[in-house]
């Protein structure tokens, strides 16, 4: 009888005692994984401004640390966050900084991680969010509306991360098929709730303008300071977009065939409708436009090659993007993940071709 009581009270305080130290040993491993993600991203970014894919690849820090995003994100805290004292109107700054103030003013609260990426500290943002960039030789619009863009994002405690789409010189900007690669390239790294795509000239004015999404898609830009706040026409649909994922891809992105300046979004808009998907404008549509050298409009021929475009919208999008692109490089810089690509316009060339078109 001794025997078996000692038996059974060695056998509880041995299963106790493991359990114990596989916990243990769990916390640990987890916690170690994290850290060294962290201070891995952190110190690249130190030492050179930022992290160099070819150095670090996202899917590398991916396979250390078993994580599913290349951003630390850290385990979200019970507490939603309160979006308390948004301002309406708020001060729009204009001066474009240098670099490094730009990063270090950003930056004072010490919550901004490489690759411009943005989680609140102590509660829980409902959503995680995309902006996406496109660009091409816009530096002092792209440093002005990145110190307006974080300011009032981080206000209103949006978990985020900012892609800036980069072209490069070889081939005619393609706005359509930037907008697509920072789509694909974002969810590529992490999985986000909602897409906005951001002009790099137009910077919102209110801080009540949240780019969090439900099930339509939300046209934010509909009333610009240059037009004294008039809308440019009932259909616009252009400047700041944001899409959830299921809505994006339904639509099958945005179209790849446009060169040039303007008419993607348009074209856009006719998708929404031909599938009728539901849209809506945001309460705060008021942004300032800031002032750039102006692209060159279609010609009246390409407006009308392009005005048919969304009959073709279900071959043409993010499901014919293959052999279009072509990723150069990828840099976590300090405020914004830097997505460099070539256009490959022969192959869009090609796909017009494909449509009886030549341009
Ligand atoms: C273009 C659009 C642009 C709008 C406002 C239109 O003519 O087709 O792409 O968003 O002007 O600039």
Redesign the pocket.
């Known amino acids: 009888m001794n025997i078996s009581m000692y038996n059974r009270e060695f056998v509880c305080f041995f299963v106790v005692e493991l359990t114990f130290v596989i916990v243990l040993a769990y916390v640990c491993l987890t916690s170690h994984q994290t850290v060294n993600h962290k201070t891995r991203i952190h110190k690249q970014a130190r030492s050179n401004h930022s992290v160099k894919e070819e150095n670090v690849s996202p899917e590398e820090l991916r396979r250390e640390t078993g994580q599913s995003c290349v951003f630390p994100v850290h385990s979200p805290s019970l507490v939603p966050c309160q979006q308390n004292n948004l301002r309406e109107k708020r001060r729009i700054l204009k001066e474009a900084l240098p670099w490094l103030d730009l990063e270090t003013t950003l930056n004072a609260s010490k919550t901004l991680l490489p690759g411009g990426y943005h989680q609140p500290l102590g509660c829980a943002s409902p959503q995680r969010l995309a902006i996406i960039i496109p660009y091409r030789d816009r530096e002092v619009n792209l440093k002005i509306l990145l110190n307006n863009l974080h300011r009032v994002l981080q206000k209103q405690q949006a978990e985020y991360a900012i892609f800036v789409v980069e072209q490069d010189n070889s081939t005619p900007f393609n706005r359509g098929v930037i907008k697509n690669i920072g789509y694909l390239e974002a969810k590529a790294r992490c999985h986000f709730d909602c897409f906005t795509f951001q002009d790099v000239d137009l910077v919102p004015e209110s801080e009540r303008n949240t780019y969090w999404c439900g099930a339509r898609a939300l046209h934010h830009s509909r009333e610009l300071d240059i037009l004294k706040y008039r809308i440019?026409y009932k259909n616009?649909f252009?400047?700041v977009i944001t899409f959830n994922e299921t809505f994006f891809s339904a639509i099958n992105g945005y179209s790849n065939l446009f060169f040039m300046w303007?008419?993607?979004?348009?074209d856009l808009f006719h998708r929404l409708l031909k599938k009728e998907m539901p849209y809506e404008f945001s309460r705060y549509p008021r942004y300032t436009a800031l002032t750039h050298k102006k692209d060159p409009h279609h010609t009246k021929e390409e407006r009308a090659v392009y005005g048919k475009s969304h009959l073709r919208f279900k071959n043409d999008g993010l499901n014919s993007m293959g052999r279009l692109y072509r990723l150069i490089s990828v840099d976590y810089k300090p405020l914004y993940t830097r997505i460099y690509v070539s256009v490959n316009q022969t192959e869009v060339l090609t796909q017009l071709k494909h449509y009886g078109i030549r341009l």
Do not use: L
């Open positions: 440019f616009h252009g400047g303007g008419g993607e979004d348009d």
